[in-house]
């Protein structure tokens, strides 16, 4: 199948805001049409409740054109004016009306200069990415792990000592040949899925629900791990080269977390732009590196240096080496983000993905290859002071500013990484959201056309992660490999599925790359899990089988009120078949009051006035003051004996409610609404203990009726 087939043939997943309003399917438009048929069976003239409209809706909501002023977010309502020729414009309100007041008025000018002013849903075409902006973005996390990737891997070989280290070669090779067959696989499925095809969409659209799921948890799951690894490698280039800041570096990480926040919330094209120089700076302290290390091992016609003197706790059996082979493997962290991100590549998206994929296996193969074949000339074995890299460069540079650029870049890059992780777990909440299988909060996009709730979910749990783990790399690297290869694993499997079902054009082929793809990246996954468990992986599958739980749970909820709300002709309510009760609960007699009062009679329904009284004394008072009123609406007093005053107020409305099936109950409130926050202190706050009591009540409306003092 050809990608402008697949387009046609794919669900697409582009995100857009109108996913949070989801069309009615037939049988739901043909219920609807069936409700509102039975709606004029008992309305004499339907047009009368349009005639009797005591307002003009006529509201331009939002003008055609709309620029960023210096009220940010608060967009002109324009009022059209009766009789006015269309070249008229149109009245708008005083700006100083639509600002916030007090507190409200700093918040909104503090979001502004953080986040930007917001962008309109059209401009969401615009927020795309042109390769060279694409490459450091979605390449970051990939690309970074060439700095600590090497290092863990060697960190496991160096265990048996020189007999280990002579595997480093060997072992980077089988890594290479994994990283080019997952890069190939990657390539067919953007050609499969040229709006987009992530692990989760690949694998629930071939496998089903619960593949999808499992490959969705190893995502996110890889993605919270992603930053908090990428910060504390980070970190700790940055302490490399600055011992004094070791002690700081749980509030460095977690400072860098923060911006990264604040940047992803800015939109995708802010963080691009602010992102692609330490990506194209580490692809250049890398190249050097390799170069310098090269023409050194060359004077000394490549033949290793000796690594210091190293102790033996263990032998360079097949264990060993297969934990080394999975730790090296979490440098391909990170492959899967083009393919998951293909809707924010400039047209023609799917080839633009493709040809950033192939540059960043490319670069990835060569920096992580001809890293490990340098540490291997130059003797550099890992050790608690530095990082490997931080020990490769001042070999190779001394001092100076070549070393200074190095850790520069690298640290750079590092804490800059996560970025890939900040595009992409938002999105990947955002499709389980659209499947119902997340809350539908995830569907949101926010000012600046981000997904912000997404975006805070992984940088608080970043953050705790981070924090949790004391800022160290080491013990967080035995929980990589799981969710990600699972994740690989279960997205080439579904694309295997997929050309063995169509048989397009090269389905052959296709189904060859992705099947070898499945194969090696399986064996990565049930090495990694059965090497690292007691390491700390499990920690990565109780979570995986953690949120396949609660996405479970979440889709039995949304299915279960779907069918609650669903229409149907034969059990919706009419207007004709509605019976109402006003009843307005009052404490006192006071202006308040007077206006709840006020409201419930100009209704036109039965009103009943209900007031709790904690003694007879106050019962009879409150009584004398009704009638001086003039007892305008029936009143019911109930006295208290035990000084309560909602839960008598709740049980007299449960007991209407329980008597008269058919009666539907209107609650009408009054409400004192106070001008700043402490102020709601100083009220027993009735009104919302009422609201919070009755809503499981069925045929109870609650109504608020606010009085402004």
Not at 22 to 51: K, M
Not at 219 to 226: G, N, R, S
Not at 326 to 350: C, L, N, Q, Y
Not at 553 to 573: F, H, K, M, N, T
Request: with cysteine; hydrophobic share 50%; aromatic share 8%.
């Amino acid at each position: 199948m050809v990608a402008s087939e697949a387009a046609d043939t794919r669900r697409p997943s582009m995100p857009s805001p109108s996913e949070q309003l989801p069309d009615l399917d037939p049988g739901q438009q043909a219920a609807l049409g069936e409700v509102g048929r039975r709606w004029g069976d008992g309305i004499d003239d339907p047009r009368s409740w349009h005639e009797a409209l005591p307002v003009d809706p006529a509201l331009d909501a939002y003008p055609s054109a709309v620029a960023p002023s210096r009220f940010g977010r608060f967009v002109p309502v324009a009022v059209a004016v009766e009789e006015a020729d269309e070249s008229d414009e149109a009245e708008e309100t005083d700006e100083s009306e639509r600002l916030p007041t007090g507190m409200g008025t700093v918040r909104h000018r503090v979001r502004r200069a953080l986040l930007g002013h917001p962008l309109r849903s059209s401009a969401i075409a615009h927020e795309r990415m042109r390769k060279l902006i694409a490459l450091p973005v979605l390449s970051a996390d990939a690309l970074s792990s060439v700095a600590y990737g090497p290092e863990a891997m060697l960190a496991i070989l160096v265990l048996a000592g020189t007999a280990g280290l002579r595997n480093a070669l060997p072992i980077a090779g089988a890594i290479a040949v994994l990283m080019l067959a997952v890069g190939v696989s990657y390539r067919q499925t953007i050609r499969a899925y040229p709006n987009g095809g992530g692990s989760y969409i690949v694998a629930s659209g071939n496998l089903g629900r619960i593949p999808g799921l499992f490959a969705a948890a190893g995502l996110l799951v890889d993605y919270v791990l992603t930053v908090a690894v990428s910060v504390s490698a980070g970190v700790a280039a940055l302490t490399s080269a600055v011992p004094s800041l070791a002690g700081s570096a749980v509030p460095i990480g977690l400072g860098v977390i923060a911006v990264l926040l604040a940047g992803n919330l800015r939109g995708v094209r802010q963080a691009g732009a602010m992102f692609a120089a330490p990506t194209y700076a580490f692809i250049l302290a890398v190249a050097l590196l390799i170069g310098f290390g090269l023409a050194d091992a060359a004077r000394h016609s490549f033949h290793a240096a000796a690594p210091p003197h190293l102790s033996v706790p263990q032998s360079a059996g097949v264990l060993l080496i297969l934990r080394a082979f999975a730790s090296g493997a979490t440098a391909m962290t990170g492959v899967e983000a083009i393919s998951d991100a293909v809707p924010t590549f400039h047209k023609a998206e799917w080839r633009n993905a493709r040809t950033t994929l192939t540059i960043m296996i490319s670069l990835l193969i060569v920096m992580f290859v001809g890293t490990v074949v340098v540490l291997h000339l130059s003797g550099v074995v890992p050790s608690g002071g530095q990082t490997a890299l931080s020990q490769l460069a001042r070999r190779l540079y001394g001092p100076g500013l070549l070393y200074g650029f190095t850790q520069a870049a690298t640290a750079g890059i590092l804490l800059l990484a996560a970025n890939t992780a900040f595009n992409d777990f938002p999105r990947v909440l955002f499709y389980l959201a659209r499947d119902r299988q997340a809350p539908r909060m995830f569907l949101r996009m926010g000012d600046r056309l981000a997904f912000s709730n997404g975006i805070v979910v992984l940088a608080v749990a970043a953050a705790a992660l981070y924090a949790a783990f004391g800022g160290k790399t080491d013990p967080l690297i035995p929980l990589f490999a799981v969710g990600v290869f699972l994740a690989f694993t279960l997205s080439q499997a579904g694309m295997v599925v997929l050309w063995w079902r169509e048989r397009g054009d090269r389905w052959r082929r296709s189904l060859a790359c992705n099947a070898v793809g499945t194969v090696m990246s399986g064996a990565v996954f049930l090495t990694a899990g059965a090497t690292k468990f007691l390491e700390g992986a499990w920690v990565a599958v109780i979570a995986v089988l953690v949120f396949v739980g609660l996405a479970l749970g979440i889709r039995r909820y949304y299915d279960r009120l779907a069918a609650a709300v669903e229409l149907s002709p034969d059990q919706d309510q009419t207007p004709q078949q509605i019976r109402h009760l006003s009843v307005v609960p009052l404490s006192v007699l006071d202006r308040a009051a007077m206006r709840a009062l006020a409201y419930a009679a100009s209704l036109g329904q039965p009103v009943l006035v209900l007031h709790v009284s904690p003694t007879e004394e106050e019962a009879e008072r409150f009584r004398d003051y009704w009638r001086l009123w003039g007892a305008h609406l029936p009143l019911e007093v109930v006295v208290s004996p035990y000084r309560t005053t909602v839960t008598p107020l709740v049980g007299s409305l449960e007991s209407l409610a329980t008597r008269h099936r058919g009666l539907t109950l209107t609650v009408i409130i009054p409400e004192i609404v106070v001008r700043h926050w402490w102020q709601a202190l100083l009220h027993d706050r009735i009104a919302s203990r009422l609201r919070r009591m009755l809503r499981h009540l069925p045929s109870v409306v609650i109504t608020s009726v606010p009085f402004h003092p």
